[in-house]
């Protein structure tokens, strides 16, 4: 199993920074792909940002420059630092681990950024 569970999320103004973490109920090591995904009202979900077992990052050109996913073996937790916050950053977060043939996903942690 790699469930996992968000946490962090809040109320901010525009320009504003807030960090989101996963914690997965395996080792974050050997999950095969872990990311962050968001879901505004009326919206279908969208890929914020994903990393590998390998390290390798993608991030949706909406949040490029802006956010930074990474992982911390000390907490056993998948990050994502979000600097310069949008309102329409404003979003549930979601938590996704692919790990062998398995896809888990979190509950969600509600992001809004206030103009």
């Known amino acids: 199993q790699a469930q996992v569970q968000e946490s962090g999320g809040g109320l901010v103004q525009a320009g504003e920074s807030l960090t989101l973490s996963c914690a997965a109920s395996?080792?974050?090591?050997?999950?095969?792909?872990m990311g962050w995904y968001r879901q505004a009202p009326g919206k279908q979900r969208e890929l914020v940002a994903t990393i590998t077992i390998g390290g390798t990052t993608n991030y949706a050109d909406s949040v490029k420059g802006r956010f930074t996913i990474s992982r911390d073996s000390a907490k056993n937790t998948v990050d994502l630092q979000m600097n310069s916050l949008k309102p329409e950053d404003t979003a549930l977060y979601y938590c996704?681990?692919?790990?062998?043939?398995?896809?888990?996903w979190g509950q969600g942690t509600q992001v809004t950024v206030s103009s």
């Open positions: 996704n681990s692919i790990s062998d043939g398995l896809l888990y």
């Open positions: 395996r080792r974050i090591s050997a999950i095969n792909r």
